[in-house]
Structures are given as structure tokens and as C-alpha cells.
């Protein structure tokens, strides 16, 4: 069944030499429903503008701009524009913003059409107009933000009544409206302009000042220092650690028993540090015998309910030997030898992981993580009541996609919520979420290290099949990188979360092979896999002096968690820097040829195409319904564009449909916090068809499900791009060239491609072909 949308209309790319004062588009730049000028008196007047809690400003490049001021009716709500604009009558219409790349700004910026809200506040399919920037985005350039209007207001309108209304920032996790909704405190960000248009790849006017990326310069510091702060910062904990009079909880336990392997480190062959792991472990086996649910909801732990006993797991199976005499003796109080005592805990804890499996992908890998960490810790002190490692490890593969993930353990088997055949890591190395996310992904690959090194024994290697996946994921991840100037305008490359299922930080951090942060080590995986892709990325981020960088950001945050992922860079960094040169740079470095990747799991591409880059989820927050949208990230030399489009989707019906319901807060869930006030969301009652589910996955229209919303095969034409993403294992579709195109070059492998006929796109492949003229190729 196919539901057709909109095909964009051929636009030229840009000139990709430097970047001048304004854009000398090859072909015709997006033709304009209407345009309003912020600042400009006369556009203003002509638009009906009218302000509260307003300014205009003089912006970038000497432009006018407005910028809403706090002051709103409540705390977190601030000034408001209204005004009119005009909209096609018959086809569907876009909205677009212009705003600066340098505004670092924490605020949000919401769409009204009608009265009534454009999208959603937390992670909907049509996001609010401006989320905050947290870093500068487009170093000395603008970026264009655009959204699809609802097609119900605007059909046979032409003109309509519009509202940018701005607030403070939120924060996803909060659970009353305080912690939620921030007040705002600021200004917001400038809004230079607004156009409406029915294209929904934007080009900027022929005479549109532009900026251009400034001179860069390779950052100078900080040096290696920094690698001795990380030491004194580690070796202070451990002595507050090894002095402490009260029990260790079990992430300190576990913590000391890695440091205790560290030969630099102060606990290294301590016996005051094996001394207090003995005391820890056995206070959580005390308090297990007394509330088995306070442990396992242990709030010392990163996320209460993941964990069981894990980390104290994880303890005892790095140190069998040195604790191996004082398995044997009686704990205080109880009467049972730590052996039997640990063992009991460690089996509880495993036991209780099974059958509290979570599925989304990485805190699907923090339970097995710690499911097997329990079940080693059986395997090394009392291993006739471990499971046989096959056993265990099943677990582990079915995190990482080795296996089909089943779910939790029940008395009849595994649940197999997804049916048997649903992977949680596709087979192009990316995890699901439900589909393609940024920091989060970051998150998965994380936990993929998280498993390799729970079957590693101290300085040894882990399973090799492990191994293999977590050096894949690497690779994956790191088609998601792309080269931006970080603050100081020095080179970086930065993660894309532009079209990220559950991001929500703008831009992505500075990150090469894995982030840092947390427990998590910017080296980590490299060094644990040492694949030779990852030692370039490594060895990029070296070059770029982005390393040193990095930890000094980490050092600056003080939290214990931090600490714990620092413990292991020194050694890290000793290894990676002795290793030879690897010809390998991250694919989406303007040195490195085209390039094109995609992952018809996730519905996800990413695009090198000479100085244009172009990311693409076509699998877009789709969890209820067939939505017929995609996600775009589009960076050309002059500007940058962020943009929900149409596209056309083919899928298998099941008969079923969604209607959007009245939420303005959340895109998933019940809508989220409930906000004051008779607010509407302007998308309400549209119906959305429902894709047909698998055998033997159970379903009810209005639950969210990684299948009610995955097409077939998708159609996305944005601009010069026209990309076909087949997404069946075992189907064929066509994909249409538009008339008029004078010719198509397939960008993954540069050949042209004929006008004469469709092309014919098989089973899990994609297609991206480019109508435009060359790119240049030379870096901007």
C-alpha cells in the first residue's frame, strides 16, 4: 500500500568554494510562500506583527533580529510574537526560521498556527521550532530550522495566524512541573527571519546574507599535564576509600577492585583495599537479607532496578585469589561462610535480572551486563551452582544482537515481546532505539564494552564473538561524527544528534571513537579491541588535539561516576599512542571521498557528497503509525538546515490507524507533564496508518511499537538528493527518477546512472542518488 507525499522540487546545490556574503545557488532557490523580515519595520507591518516581551536587536553580519525576553505570565514563559503569513491553498506547506549558528542558548522557541501548538515539546515526530543550543552549532554561519505545517489548516487557506511563543528550557526526566519546566531566565536566541514555502529543502534567497566558517587553528592546549591530574584525581578517591569507616557501597566496592589491578594507582595490591571490598560485599549481602527489593533498587548504583548486585559482582570475580581466603570464614552475625553467603546473593541477583530484563537496546545491555556479572561471581567462588557459561552468555549475545532478544524469563519460557527474530543492534552495528539515536547510541556501543569486558579476565581477552560485534558497533558509530569547529574555532568533529530518535542536546559533543563522561573512556574501546578503524579515529582526535581537551572537561565534573571512567585512561592512552600509523580517518572528515551509509534497519542515512553532508532518518519517531516523515541534517558550506519533511512510504497495511491524540508535551508515552492552561496541539486527529505486525509480536493500536510505524521502502527527495531505502529482507522496489532530472550519479559508487527507467533496489540496500550538479571537493 503506498501513500504518496510531496516530492520536493529540484533545487541545485550550492557553490562550494568558500563561503561568501551571500549564496550563489547553481539552480533556483526555494520559491517563497511569504517571507516576514523580524526587525524590519515595514516587513513587520506588512505581517501584522505584534510583540510582548520583545526586542530587536542588531544581530550577525549587522542583520536585524528579535529576541523574546522573560517576563511571560508564569515564571517559565516568556515573550511571544504574533503575526500572519501566507500558505499554499493546495499543497502542503513548510515553515522555516532563520537564526545565527553562534547563539549558545538554553531556551525553547514554540510554534502556534491558529491558536493552536505545532508539534511537541519532548521528543515528538514534529519537534517544537527551536530547541536550546548548547554549544555553538554553525561556527560563523546561519542555520535554517524548518517544520511541516498541518495539512488540514492550511488546505484552501492562503493566508494564517501565527504565534512564536518562547520558554525556558525543560528537563525530560523531571517528575513534578518544577523539575520539568525551567523558568526562563534569559533572552532567547535571535529570529532573523520566517518563510513559509512548499519545498521542504530550504535554499536561502539568491541575496541572503550569508557568513562564512572563520579562520581555525589547531588547538595548542591542554597537554599531556592533564593525564597527571587524572592520576592525583583517581589516587584522592582511592584514599578516601580506603580510609572510610563505613561500608563501601557496591560501585565504590567495584570501583577498588579494578584500581586494586592498576599498577600506578594506590590500591594496587592493597590489602587495605581488600579489606574493604570484603566489608562491602558482605554489608550488601546484609542488607539483601533484610530488604532483597532495597538492593535491588540500590540508589548508589547509575540507575536503581538495572543493576541487581552487579558491580559487587563484578568484585568478586576480578579478584577470586587475593579474596580466596577469607571466602571460607564466617560473616559476622550470620553464621555462614562468605562463600555460601555470596554465592546466595550473587544467584538472587541473577535470578531477579532475568525476569527484569529492560528492551531498549542499552539498558537492555546494563541488566545482562550485570545479570552475567552475577552469575561469573558464582562461576569463580561456588561454581556448581553457576549456570554453564553457554547459559549465561546467551544473554550477552542477545544484548548485542547476536542472537534475537527474547525478552524476560518466565515460568513458559521467554516472553518474546518482538516476536523470535527482532535484533536489539542491526546488522550494519547501530542499536535500536527505536531508531537511529545519537547520544544514546553512544550510550549502546558503551554497553556493548560494558559486555566484552565482563568476559574479560584480568589483562586477558573476552569472547571473541563480543569482541568482533563491539569493534563493528565502533565502525557504525562512527559514520556519526562530522567536522565542525568546536568553541575556540579549533577542528573537532562532533556526534550527529540532528536526527536522533531520543536526542535532545544540540549540537552533538566532541567525540572521535567513544564518548567520554561518566564511567565511559574516550579510549576505551579502542584500546580493549585495538581494530584498526578505531585506531584511526583515535589517532584523528590526537592530531586534532582534541584528547587532552576532552578529560579536562571531564575533570571539571566532580561526581564519583566521572571518577570511575578516568581510572583506566592513563593506561589507555599508553597503549594507543605507541600504535603505528592507521591509514583510517572517520568517513565524514572533508579529506576523506564521498561516501554513503546506510542501515535499512534503522532506517538511517549518512551522506558525504564533496562538501555537502547530509544525515537522514527516514524511520522517524514513527512508534504509533505510519507518519510519512523524515528527519534531515544538511550541512553545506554556507548554511546549515535542520528539517521534518515528507516523504513516501510504501508499507504493508494491517487495517488499523492512529489518530494523534491531544498532546502538546511528550510525542510517546501518555503526552508527559500536563501544562496549565486549555492548550492545543494543532496536529490532533490525524490518522495514521498502522503497519502490519509480525507474527507473534502482540499489539493494540495506541501502543507504541518498533513496527506500527516501519515502512517498506522509502522515497525521500530533498533537494538535489533522492534517496530509496528498501527495507524488506526479501522485496524489490522501484525507484522513480523525477522528469526533468538531466542526470544521476549514484554517490556511493560515482557512476551515472540512466534517466530512461526506474531503478530497481533490492532487498535490505539503499540507493542515494544526486541530480545536481558536482559538489566541489575541496575542504571549506
Given at each position: 500500500?503506498?501513500?504518496?507525499?510531496?516530492?520536493?522540487?529540484?533545487?541545485?546545490a550550492?557553490?562550494?568554494?568558500?563561503?561568501?556574503?551571500?549564496?550563489?545557488?547553481?539552480?533556483?532557490?526555494?520559491?517563497l510562500?511569504?517571507?516576514?523580515?523580524?526587525?524590519?519595520?515595514?516587513?513587520?507591518h506588512?505581517?501584522?506583527?505584534?510583540?510582548a516581551?520583545?526586542?530587536?536587536?542588531?544581530?550577525?553580519?549587522?542583520?536585524?533580529?528579535?529576541?523574546?525576553?522573560?517576563?511571560?505570565?508564569?515564571?517559565?514563559?516568556?515573550?511571544r510574537?504574533?503575526?500572519?503569513?501566507?500558505v499554499?491553498?493546495?499543497?502542503?506547506?513548510?515553515?522555516?526560521?532563520?537564526?545565527?549558528?553562534?547563539?549558545?542558548?538554553?531556551?525553547?522557541?514554540?510554534?502556534?498556527?491558529?491558536?493552536?501548538?505545532?508539534?511537541y515539546?519532548?521528543l515528538?515526530?514534529?519537534?517544537?521550532?527551536?530547541?536550546?543550543?548548547?554549544?555553538?552549532?554553525?561556527n560563523?554561519?546561519f542555520?535554517?530550522?524548518?517544520?511541516?505545517?498541518?495539512p488540514?489548516m492550511?488546505?484552501?487557506?492562503?493566508?494564517?495566524?501565527?504565534?512564536?511563543?518562547a520558554?525556558g528550557?525543560?528537563?525530560?526526566?523531571?517528575?513534578?512541573?518544577?523539575?520539568?519546566?525551567?523558568?526562563?531566565?534569559?533572552?532567547?536566541?535571535?529570529i532573523y527571519?520566517?518563510?513559509?514555502?512548499?519545498?521542504g529543502?530550504?535554499?536561502?534567497?539568491?541575496?541572503?546574507?550569508?557568513g562564512?566558517?572563520?579562520?581555525?587553528?589547531?588547538?595548542?592546549?591542554?597537554?599531556?599535564?592533564?593525564?597527571?591530574?587524572?592520576?592525583?584525581?583517581?589516587?584522592?578517591?582511592i584514599a578516601?576509600?580506603?580510609?572510610s569507616?563505613?561500608?563501601?557501597n557496591?560501585?565504590q566496592?567495584?570501583?577498588?577492585?579494578?584500581?586494586?589491578?592498576?599498577?600506578?594507582?594506590?590500591?594496587?595490591?592493597n590489602?587495605?583495599?581488600?579489606?574493604?571490598?570484603?566489608?562491602?560485599?558482605?554489608a550488601?549481602?546484609?542488607?539483601?537479607?533484610?530488604?532483597?527489593?532495597?538492593?535491588?533498587?540500590?540508589?548508589?548504583?547509575?540507575?536503581?532496578?538495572?543493576?541487581?548486585?552487579?558491580?559487587?559482582?563484578?568484585?568478586?570475580?576480578?579478584?577470586?585469589?587475593?579474596?580466596?581466603?577469607?571466602?571460607?570464614?564466617?560473616?559476622?552475625g550470620?553464621?555462614?561462610?562468605?562463600?555460601?553467603?555470596w554465592?546466595?546473593?550473587?544467584?538472587?541477583?541473577?535470578?531477579?535480572?532475568?525476569?527484569?530484563?529492560?528492551?531498549?537496546?542499552?539498558?537492555?545491555?546494563?541488566?545482562?551486563?550485570?545479570?552475567?556479572?552475577?552469575n561469573?561471581?558464582v562461576?569463580?567462588?561456588?561454581?556448581?551452582?553457576?549456570?554453564?557459561?553457554?547459559?549465561?552468555?546467551?544473554?550477552?549475545?542477545?544484548s548485542?544482537?547476536l542472537?534475537?532478544?527474547l525478552?524476560?524469563d518466565t515460568?513458559?519460557?521467554?516472553?518474546?515481546?518482538?516476536?523470535d527474530?527482532?535484533?536489539?543492534?542491526?546488522?550494519?552495528?547501530?542499536t535500536?532505539?527505536?531508531g537511529?539515536?545519537g547520544?544514546?547510541?553512544?550510550?549502546?556501543?558503551?554497553?556493548?564494552?560494558?559486555?566484552?569486558?565482563a568476559?574479560?579476565?584480568?589483562?586477558?581477552?573476552g569472547?571473541?564473538?563480543?569482541?568482533?560485534?563491539?569493534?563493528?558497533?565502533?565502525?557504525?558509530?562512527?559514520?556519526f561524527r562530522?567536522p565542525?569547529l568546536?568553541e575556540?574555532?579549533?577542528?573537532?568533529?562532533r556526534?550527529?544528534?540532528?536526527?536522533?530518535w531520543?536526542?535532545?542536546?544540540?549540537?552533538?559533543?566532541?567525540l572521535?571513537?567513544?564518548?567520554?563522561?561518566?564511567?565511559?573512556?574516550?579510549?576505551?574501546?579502542?584500546?580493549?579491541?585495538?581494530?584498526p578503524?578505531?585506531i584511526?579515529?583515535?589517532?584523528?582526535?590526537?592530531?586534532?588535539?582534541?584528547?587532552?581537551?576532552?578529560?579536562?572537561?571531564?575533570?571539571?565534573?566532580?561526581?564519583?561516576?566521572?571518577?570511575?571512567?578516568?581510572?583506566?585512561v592513563?593506561?589507555?592512552y599508553?597503549?594507543?599512542?605507541?600504535?603505528?600509523?592507521?591509514?583510517?580517518?572517520?568517513?565524514m572528515t572533508?579529506s576523506?571521498?564521498?561516501?554513503?551509509?546506510?542501515?535499512?534497519?534503522?532506517?538511517?542515512?549518512?551522506?558525504?557528497?564533496?562538501?555537502?553532508?547530509l544525515?537522514a532518518?527516514?524511520?522517524?519517531?514513527?512508534?504509533?503509525?505510519?507518519?510519512?516523515?523524515?528527519?534531515?541534517?544538511?550541512?553545506?558550506?554556507?548554511?546549515?538546515?535542520?528539517?521534518?519533511?515528507?516523504?513516501?512510504?510504501?508499507?504493508?497495511?494491517?487495517?488499523?490507524?492512529?489518530?494523534?491524540?491531544n498532546?502538546i508535551?511528550?510525542?510517546?508515552?501518555?503526552?508527559?507533564?500536563?501544562?496549565?492552561?486549555?492548550?492545543?496541539?494543532a496536529?490532533?486527529?490525524?490518522?495514521?496508518?498502522?503497519?502490519?505486525?509480525?507474527?507473534?509480536?502482540?499489539?493494540?493500536a495506541?501502543d507504541?511499537?518498533?513496527?506500527?510505524?516501519?515502512?517498506?521502502?522509502?522515497?525521500?527527495?530533498?533537494?538535489?538528493?533522492?534517496i530509496?531505502?528498501?527495507?524488506?529482507?526479501?522485496?524489490?522496489?522501484?525507484?522513480?527518477?523525477?522528469a526533468?532530472?538531466?542526470?544521476?550519479?549514484?554517490?556511493?559508487?560515482?557512476?551515472f546512472?540512466?534517466?530512461?527507467?526506474?531503478?530497481?533496489?533490492?532487498?535490505?540496500?539503499?540507493?542515494?542518488?544526486?541530480?545536481?550538479?558536482s559538489?566541489?571537493?575541496?575542504?571549506?
Amino acid at each position: 500500500m503506498k501513500f504518496s507525499a510531496l516530492l520536493s522540487l529540484l533545487i541545485g546545490a550550492t557553490s562550494l568554494g568558500a563561503a561568501t556574503p551571500a549564496i550563489n545557488p547553481v539552480s533556483p532557490p526555494t520559491v517563497l510562500t511569504d517571507r516576514l523580515d523580524l526587525g524590519s519595520p515595514q516587513s513587520e507591518h506588512q505581517h501584522a506583527l505584534q510583540t510582548a516581551q520583545s526586542e530587536v536587536t542588531t544581530g550577525a553580519l549587522g542583520e536585524p533580529a528579535r529576541r523574546l525576553l522573560p517576563g511571560g505570565g508564569a515564571a517559565w514563559e516568556g515573550g511571544r510574537l504574533s503575526f500572519t503569513m501566507k500558505v499554499d491553498p493546495k499543497e502542503p506547506t513548510y515553515l522555516t526560521a532563520r537564526f545565527w549558528g553562534e547563539d549558545v542558548n538554553e531556551n525553547y522557541l514554540l510554534l502556534f498556527c491558529e491558536g493552536k501548538q505545532v508539534g511537541y515539546r519532548h521528543l515528538g515526530d514534529i519537534d517544537v521550532l527551536a530547541l536550546p543550543d548548547e554549544d555553538i552549532r554553525y561556527n560563523g554561519r546561519f542555520y535554517y530550522i524548518t517544520t511541516p505545517l498541518p495539512p488540514a489548516m492550511t488546505k484552501g487557506k492562503t493566508e494564517l495566524h501565527f504565534e512564536i511563543r518562547a520558554t525556558g528550557k525543560i528537563w525530560g526526566y523531571g517528575q513534578t512541573f518544577a523539575q520539568y519546566q525551567k523558568p526562563m531566565n534569559t533572552a532567547s536566541r535571535g529570529i532573523y527571519r520566517v518563510y513559509t514555502h512548499t519545498d521542504g529543502c530550504f535554499v536561502p534567497p539568491a541575496g541572503e546574507k550569508q557568513g562564512k566558517e572563520p579562520p581555525s587553528t589547531l588547538r595548542a592546549q591542554p597537554g599531556a599535564e592533564v593525564i597527571d591530574a587524572v592520576k592525583e584525581r583517581v589516587n584522592a578517591t582511592i584514599a578516601n576509600l580506603l580510609k572510610s569507616e563505613r561500608p563501601l557501597n557496591q560501585m565504590q566496592v567495584q570501583f577498588l577492585a579494578k584500581a586494586y589491578l592498576v599498577s600506578w594507582s594506590h590500591a594496587f595490591h592493597n590489602q587495605k583495599a581488600l579489606d574493604q571490598i570484603i566489608a562491602g560485599v558482605d554489608a550488601c549481602y546484609q542488607a539483601w537479607t533484610k530488604s532483597p527489593d532495597a538492593v535491588w533498587q540500590d540508589k548508589t548504583t547509575w540507575n536503581p532496578g538495572w543493576f541487581g548486585v552487579g558491580p559487587a559482582a563484578d568484585a568478586v570475580r576480578l579478584l577470586a585469589g587475593p579474596l580466596e581466603p577469607a571466602l571460607d570464614q564466617k560473616i559476622a552475625g550470620d553464621g555462614k561462610t562468605r562463600r555460601a553467603a555470596w554465592s546466595e546473593l550473587f544467584q538472587a541477583s541473577r535470578d531477579w535480572l532475568r525476569t527484569h530484563r529492560r528492551w531498549l537496546a542499552n539498558q537492555a545491555m546494563f541488566t545482562d551486563t550485570n545479570l552475567y556479572l552475577s552469575n561469573r561471581a558464582v562461576a569463580a567462588i561456588d561454581p556448581g551452582q553457576a549456570f554453564p557459561e553457554e547459559k549465561a552468555l546467551r544473554y550477552l549475545y542477545e544484548s548485542v544482537g547476536l542472537l534475537p532478544w527474547l525478552g524476560i524469563d518466565t515460568d513458559h519460557g521467554s516472553e518474546k515481546p518482538f516476536g523470535d527474530a527482532f535484533y536489539q543492534v542491526t546488522s550494519k552495528g547501530l542499536t535500536k532505539e527505536l531508531g537511529y539515536v545519537g547520544d544514546y547510541g553512544e550510550g549502546g556501543a558503551a554497553g556493548a564494552m560494558e559486555i566484552y569486558d565482563a568476559t574479560r579476565p584480568p589483562g586477558g581477552e573476552g569472547d571473541p564473538k563480543l569482541k568482533a560485534q563491539l569493534a563493528k558497533m565502533l565502525r557504525a558509530r562512527g559514520v556519526f561524527r562530522y567536522p565542525m569547529l568546536d568553541e575556540d574555532n579549533h577542528p573537532a568533529m562532533r556526534l550527529e544528534t540532528g536526527v536522533g530518535w531520543r536526542d535532545t542536546h544540540f549540537p552533538g559533543r566532541i567525540l572521535y571513537a567513544q564518548r567520554a563522561g561518566g564511567e565511559e573512556s574516550p579510549l576505551r574501546m579502542t584500546a580493549a579491541t585495538l581494530d584498526p578503524y578505531a585506531i584511526g579515529y583515535v589517532q584523528q582526535m590526537f592530531a586534532d588535539n582534541q584528547f587532552f581537551s576532552t578529560l579536562a572537561h571531564d575533570l571539571a565534573d566532580k561526581r564519583f561516576r566521572t571518577t570511575t571512567g578516568l581510572l583506566g585512561v592513563p593506561d589507555e592512552y599508553e597503549l594507543l599512542r605507541r600504535q603505528p600509523p592507521s591509514p583510517h580517518r572517520l568517513p565524514m572528515t572533508w579529506s576523506q571521498p564521498d561516501f554513503v551509509f546506510a542501515d535499512e534497519e534503522n532506517g538511517v542515512v549518512g551522506i558525504k557528497n564533496g562538501n555537502e553532508i547530509l544525515f537522514a532518518s527516514l524511520y522517524w519517531r514513527a512508534g504509533f503509525g505510519i507518519n510519512f516523515l523524515a528527519r534531515t541534517h544538511y550541512l553545506t558550506p554556507a548554511y546549515e538546515q535542520v528539517a521534518v519533511v515528507r516523504e513516501d512510504v510504501v508499507f504493508e497495511a494491517s487495517g488499523l490507524t492512529y489518530t494523534r491524540p491531544n498532546w502538546i508535551n511528550f510525542g510517546f508515552g501518555n503526552g508527559g507533564m500536563k501544562y496549565p492552561g486549555n492548550l492545543q496541539q494543532a496536529f490532533a486527529g490525524e490518522e495514521l496508518p498502522i503497519a502490519k505486525m509480525p507474527p507473534g509480536v502482540p499489539f493494540k493500536a495506541g501502543d507504541s511499537n518498533y513496527f506500527a510505524g516501519r515502512g517498506q521502502f522509502y522515497t525521500l527527495r530533498y533537494g538535489p538528493y533522492l534517496i530509496g531505502m528498501n527495507c524488506t529482507p526479501n522485496q524489490t522496489f522501484e525507484l522513480k527518477i523525477p522528469a526533468g532530472a538531466g542526470r544521476a550519479r549514484n554517490i556511493a559508487t560515482g557512476e551515472f546512472v540512466p534517466m530512461s527507467r526506474a531503478l530497481k533496489v533490492g532487498p535490505a540496500s539503499t540507493f542515494v542518488l544526486y541530480l545536481g550538479p558536482s559538489p566541489a571537493i575541496t575542504a571549506p
